[in-house]
């Protein structure tokens, strides 16, 4: 599921930036961006809505296994119950994007046929992804040079948006969910591994499990980000590639500041007095900064995620819970 929601946020954000279509025009469209994150996400373009998409996208996820669960051969009222909840629930997401101003009837219906094609195509391939996941061969080399890849390979819109931003953090979130369950699958991720509500996971232990388990998870984002941000920047700094930073960082000893004027986008760049000692061996001088947050975001979803599969199940297991 965190892989398909991945694939969902890149294409989408990548058909966003790629066709730039503005949102409906405000006014005459009263657009009832009330909190911060509506604020943040009025920055995007309008088509496809990435809403409407994820939340499609994730119906049609839990639609596919309900429907397919052999132990609820039965539960014909069950399934009922919950297709018409999440039909509901996907028809009132596009109509509500639609009613707040943020999207266009186009944008809805876009979203929504862009979801039915990505669904069509994860199915078909969804068994064999998850096998190489859980059992593959140099699984975790091969998902962070497909994350490193998937930061380049994302298109320049026509004005800056919040979008990539939202594609690094679900590409950090699916390197970190890959790379903690190709390690740990056979031991806390299987199909018999005890879930919610069974009889061997009572609500005392899960009780603990919670009060334990999101200190953790919240301590490793926190650890990780620092580490990128002390790491990053000097790696960068030893190989002579010259870094910008809009929030993260300071500059760093041995580097000048100056602040980036174009686009107002108001960051600060980081470039060597002197060239690094591995660049002068191998490389060739830069002609452009880069953007040092991009790293540091991954890792530190990435850090989050592989906490969530790996470091807490296995904090679990040496308190027997």
């Given at each position: 599921m965190t892989l398909l929601m991945a694939f969902c946020n890149y294409t989408g954000h990548c058909i966003k930036d790629i066709v730039s279509a503005p949102r409906p025009l405000s006014p005459p469209v009263i657009r009832l961006a009330i909190t911060e994150e509506e604020k943040e996400n009025e920055m995007e373009y309008g088509l496809p809505s990435s809403h409407t998409l994820n939340t499609i996208c994730l119906s049609g996820y839990l639609l596919y296994y309900i429907l397919n669960d052999s132990n609820n051969t039965d539960a014909f009222a069950f399934k009922l119950m919950v297709i018409s909840l999440l039909v509901t629930l996907s028809l009132l997401i596009g109509i509500g994007r639609i009613y707040l101003g943020m999207h266009s009837l186009i944008d809805v219906v876009g979203a929504a046929v862009l979801a039915t094609m990505i669904l069509i195509f994860w199915f078909t391939v969804h068994e064999r992804l998850d096998s190489f996941v859980t059992s593959g061969k140099n699984?975790?080399?091969?998902?962070?040079?497909?994350?490193?890849?998937?930061?380049?390979?994302?298109?320049?819109?026509?004005?800056?948006?919040?979008?990539?931003?939202?594609?690094?953090?679900?590409?950090?979130?699916?390197?970190?969910?890959?790379?903690?369950i190709?390690?740990?699958?056979?031991?806390?991720?299987?199909?018999?591994?005890?879930?919610?509500?069974?009889?061997?996971?009572?609500?005392?232990?899960?009780?603990?499990?919670?009060?334990?388990?999101?200190?953790?998870?919240?301590?490793?984002?926190?650890?990780?980000?620092?580490?990128?941000?002390?790491l990053l920047p000097l790696i960068c700094n030893l190989i002579g590639v010259p870094i910008k930073s809009s929030s993260y960082i300071q500059p760093v000893k041995g580097v000048t500041v100056s602040a980036v004027k174009s686009k107002g986008d108001g960051q600060l760049s980081f470039s060597g007095r002197q060239s690094g000692y591995l660049q002068k061996i191998f490389l060739s001088p830069p002609e452009e900064s880069y953007d040092v947050d991009t790293g540091i975001r991954v890792l530190q979803y990435a850090g989050l995620s592989w906490a969530v599969v790996e470091l807490v199940p296995l904090v679990f297991k040496s308190m027997r819970l």
């Open positions: 699984v975790t080399f091969f998902w962070a040079s497909l994350a490193l890849l998937l930061l380049f390979a994302y298109p320049t819109p026509e004005l800056p948006t919040p979008s990539f931003g939202f594609h690094v953090a679900f590409n950090g979130v699916a390197a970190g969910v890959v790379t903690g190709n390690r740990t699958f056979s031991e806390f991720h299987n199909e018999h591994v005890p879930r919610l509500l069974d009889p061997h996971l009572g609500a005392t232990v899960f009780f603990k499990r919670v009060m334990i388990g999101i200190p953790i998870i919240i301590a490793v984002k926190f650890v990780s980000k620092a580490l990128a941000k002390w």
